[in-house]
């Protein structure tokens, strides 16, 4: 009995560190000891992944330009997630927008040229709703970064030495509950309180 009852408490544990998960992930950009600039850039990256269709080289092109540069990793994901989902709702407009520039007579000597290399086919030029979403990302990547830059060149420093003196922030940042109980999990890379 003693034995499922602790593997039922190993199991609620696990969960609730998933759930957790998140939180901590957004404590530890916001005390993180990287500059504005490079969250702006990472919120901006991820800006332009959360609006491209997955499933093709641009979007792996994306991913892999995310993780190479020296941007907030976590910031740009967590963007990507959330514009993945305002991605849907602008999906008619992104393939009016796609239709408009794959339809641009100039331009179709450029199109046959990506198709047909190699990988062309899988980059996903010939969809409409790729193109339109990769043109609104790009359209919409600079302002984000601007956006980003100037509010946590304002309010970055403050937050972060608010969250630094809240006990939530210590037990999210802090040493990981699940270690306590002998659970795996890789958490590292998660915001250090040593400066406190």
């Given at each position: 009995m003693s034995n499922s009852r602790r593997l039922g408490s190993t199991e609620g544990l696990l969960m609730l560190s998933l759930v957790i998960r998140p939180l901590r992930n957004i404590a530890a950009v916001l005390v993180a000891n990287e500059s504005p600039r490079q969250i702006a850039i990472g919120i901006a990256l991820g800006v332009v992944i959360g609006l491209v269709p997955k499933g093709n080289l641009l979007a792996i092109a994306l991913m892999v330009l995310l993780c190479s540069l020296r941007v907030n990793r976590t910031a740009g994901l967590l963007t990507a997630c959330v514009f993945s989902w305002i991605s849907v709702m602008a999906d008619s407009?992104?393939?009016?927008?796609?239709?408009?520039?794959?339809?641009?007579?100039?331009?179709?000597?450029?199109?046959?040229?990506?198709?047909?290399?190699?990988?062309?086919?899988?980059?996903?030029?010939?969809?409409?709703?790729?193109?339109?979403?990769?043109?609104?990302?790009?359209?919409?990547?600079?302002?984000s970064y601007l956006l980003a830059k100037l509010l946590l060149d304002r309010y970055h420093a403050p937050i972060a030495a608010w969250i630094r003196r809240t006990r939530i922030a210590r037990w999210l940042l802090g040493a990981d509950v699940t270690s306590r109980f002998g659970l795996s999990g890789n958490f590292s890379g998660v915001g250090s309180l040593s400066s406190v």
């Open positions: 407009f992104t393939h009016k927008l796609g239709a408009k520039i794959l339809a641009t007579e100039s331009l179709q000597p450029v199109y046959a040229w990506v198709y047909e290399l190699p990988l062309g086919p899988w980059i996903g030029i010939n969809n409409t709703v790729v193109v339109g979403s990769l043109a609104m990302g790009l359209y919409v990547a600079y302002p």
